[in-house]
């Protein structure tokens, strides 16, 4: 069910990030050579509107391609019908188109289920060992851990220079050699838990928890909108850094599963829980993780991505002169390579993460 899942909002994903390029393109006159849905050996086509319409075996991605955009163009016998913002036009078409349905799909999923939101100051247990200190301290699944020797934990604080998120004083409590009073709030009542806990390396205390989810109700699908909006702009710097994050990992710790970037195999896991923790709402979740993903990713300045092809245009506008061809399509070539090897990586990191 999750393969199926994921190979279907991929493809929906691909085919609206390829259309959009596509419209873009045709917009200004710009030559379509094809438009294929899926990838590799091509199984069934026809012509129309000067484009060949290609549906492709391997059901995974696809491709658009428009003459005016490849490097011959800048330098051939013939005047390309787009001029380097009209490039910049159809290579930011793509990625817009994406991040536009991931907003439409959070203020759907926003209007619906109501807008989540953390509570960082607090810490919710979510599961007690049986056996465990935590259990014998009279700790329970649903406890808010709100405090700890009567100051309250706060929403963030900065340690050894870098930020941290205040439910997380509770591990430096548990580990903690003086002993700690830990106030938790169950239901409308308060209790304190004196911790005589002992840490050691190996050692648990035997509790699961994490920062406090709330969700706050919008009275419409307009407000929804803009708490999609505001939402979609927080995830930016977190989304860029988990990318840097996951590249830097795939390349220094070869066929090791990142934890910052999901191959289609992790990936198919996760839509499949979604599904079946969510239902329709899961699937709508998923769908709009993939499309901002989607987004953010191919606007990386990274060559043979929209991004980098991006960066490409924006030199030629400030050296007032276009690149030589050939240079041109080394940089996206070699970008092509690195991209390749990268998600290569990646699908053999997933493939090891889930052998027994």
Do not use: C
């Not at 939101?117 to 935590?134: C, F, M, N, W």
């Not at 930016?236 to 289609?264: H, M, R, Y």
């Amino acid at each position: 069910m999750g393969l199926i899942i994921w190979l279907i909002v991929i493809q929906i994903a691909v085919i609206l990030h390829e259309g959009a390029h596509y419209l873009v393109a045709r917009m200004q006159g710009a030559k379509v050579s094809a438009f294929s849905v899926g990838m590799g050996p091509i199984i069934a086509k026809f012509k129309a509107a000067g484009t060949e319409w290609r549906l492709s075996a391997l059901p995974i991605g696809g491709y658009v391609l428009i003459d005016d955009l490849g490097p011959e163009s800048l330098e051939g016998q013939s005047k390309s019908r787009l001029t380097p913002w009209g490039k910049i036009a159809v290579l930011f078409a793509g990625p817009l188109s994406n991040w536009l349905l991931a907003i439409l799909l959070m203020a759907g999923i926003f209007s619906s289920q109501g807008v989540p939101q953390t509570d960082y100051s607090k810490a919710e247990i979510h599961r007690v060992l049986p056996g465990s200190a935590a259990e014998k301290d009279g700790i329970k699944e649903g406890d808010l851990l709100v405090a700890i020797d009567g100051k309250p934990l706060p929403e963030q604080e900065t340690v050894d220079g870098e930020p941290r998120m205040g439910y997380m004083k509770l591990q430096d409590a548990i580990r903690s050699k003086e002993p700690n009073t830990l106030t938790f709030q169950r239901g409308n009542t308060t209790y304190d838990v004196k911790l005589s806990f002992e840490w050691k390396a190996g050692a648990r205390y035997g509790v699961e928890y994490s920062p406090k989810q709330n969700v706050k109700p919008v009275p419409n699908y307009f407000a929804a909108l803009g708490e999609a909006w505001n939402q979609s702009i927080k995830i930016v710097p977190q989304a860029l850094q988990s990318f840097a994050k996951g590249i830097t990992q795939t390349f220094t710790a070869p066929l090791s599963p990142s934890s910052e970037v999901a191959g289609p195999v992790a990936s198919a896991q996760a839509a499949g829980a979604l599904a079946r923790e969510g239902g329709l709402w899961g699937v709508l979740t998923f769908a709009t993780l993939v499309n901002m993903s989607l987004a953010i990713f191919n606007l990386i300045p990274i060559p043979g991505l929209d991004g980098g092809r991006i960066l490409l245009v924006v030199i030629q506008l400030l050296m007032r002169r276009p690149l030589q061809p050939a240079h041109e399509a080394m940089i996206n070539f070699t970008g092509f390579v690195f991209l390749m090897v990268f998600m290569m990586l990646v699908f053999l990191g997933d493939i090891i993460r889930v052998i027994p």
